[in-house]
């Protein structure tokens, strides 16, 4: 069965500062990968996702992720932070080889930006 | 376009009560996904209906079921509830069953079970 691990449930970090979201997969085989928010008392909102081709993916509101095979990740960067992305950022992965389309999730990272 | 809705936003029950769910997807999306979001356990995979059918299930016990019906909304039955199942409730739908196809998610089913 895969897995998704999450490092850090909480990150606070400066208004302008770089966010890093760590997110590391297993899988036998590279599995599409995706990146959530979700806002407090809301849904998910998917931030980016990687399917195949290029490894750096850009989403939306200015955040980034790249697809590392030999490290098994896919950590979501945004190079400054502000009071907006303050919410809870979840990754996700859709196992190719797995009976069903179904999304397996990490435990999550609640983003704190200090102004 | 409107996104998936879900009804009702919040629901009180209590022990042993049954509850029903409701989801519409968004237009033309033919897959419904279900997943709970309970307090430390994380966003779990619940139920995938895909043209009507029930295509795979998460680790949860009968009592959870639900169903697709021909206009591709969904509704999610929890029968005998528990405390545990207090939880957020996300529906969401995608356009084909690929599993490259993002999922789109709804704000959620707030359940509280006293």
């Known amino acids: 069965a895969q897995s998704v691990t999450q490092l850090g449930s909480h990150v606070s970090v400066s208004e302008g500062a770089l966010v890093l979201l760590r997110c590391n997969y297993s899988?036998?085989?590279?599995?599409?990968l995706f990146w959530y928010v979700q806002y407090p008392n809301q849904g998910l909102q998917l931030l980016l996702k990687y399917t195949t081709g290029a490894t750096l993916v850009k989403g939306i509101n200015g955040f980034e992720a790249e697809f590392k095979k030999s490290e098994t990740s896919f950590h979501l960067t945004k190079p400054s932070a502000h009071m907006s992305d303050a919410a809870e950022y979840f990754c996700?992965?859709?196992?190719?080889?797995?009976?069903?389309?179904?999304?397996?999730f990490g435990g999550g990272t609640r983003v704190l930006v200090k102004p | 376009e409107a996104g998936v809705t879900q009804s009702p936003t919040h629901l009180i029950k209590t022990r042993g009560q049954q509850v029903t769910l409701r989801c519409s997807p968004i237009?033309?999306?033919?897959?419904v996904y279900w997943y709970q979001q309970a307090l430390g356990l994380g966003l779990q995979f619940l139920l995938w209906?895909?043209?009507?059918?029930?295509?795979n299930r998460g680790n949860f016990p009968p009592r959870f079921s639900g169903r697709q019906f021909p206009n591709y909304s969904s509704e999610l039955n929890v029968n005998a509830l528990e405390l545990e199942d207090s939880a957020l409730y996300l529906c969401?739908?995608?356009?084909?069953?690929?599993?490259?196809?993002?999922?789109?998610f709804g704000p959620g089913t707030r359940l509280t079970v006293l």
């Open positions: 209906y895909d043209e009507g059918e029930e295509r």
């Open positions: 899988s036998s085989v590279p599995p599409y």
């Open positions: 996700a992965v859709s196992d190719l080889k797995a009976a069903g389309n179904k999304l397996t």
């Open positions: 237009s033309g999306h033919t897959s």
């Open positions: 969401a739908s995608s356009f084909s069953r690929s599993s490259y196809n993002e999922q789109f």
